[in-house]
C-alpha cells in the first residue's frame, strides 16, 4: 500500500514540473499575491488543487459514514 502511494505522489509530482516555469509576469511583480489570483495558470491550479482536496475529504467522510453504520 505504501509503494502505491509513493508511486501516485511522485507521478504527480512531476506532472506540476511545467508549471514551475511560465513566461512573463505582465505588469506587476510576479511574486505577489494578486499575480497568483490573475494569472490563469495560478488560478486553473488553484481551482484544481481546491476541487481534487474537496473530493478527498468528501470520500473520506462518505467512507467514515458507512462504516459506522
Not at 511545467?18 to 495560478?42: I, R
Amino acid at each position: 500500500m505504501i509503494m502505491k502511494r509513493l508511486i501516485l505522489f511522485f507521478a504527480l509530482s512531476i506532472l506540476t514540473l511545467p508549471a514551475f516555469a511560465h513566461e512573463g509576469h505582465d505588469s506587476f511583480n510576479g511574486y505577489t499575491v494578486l499575480h497568483y489570483l490573475t494569472s490563469p495558470l495560478h488560478l486553473l491550479s488553484m481551482v484544481v488543487i481546491v476541487t481534487l482536496a474537496w473530493a478527498i475529504v468528501r470520500y473520506r467522510n462518505l467512507k467514515t459514514q458507512e462504516v459506522r453504520k
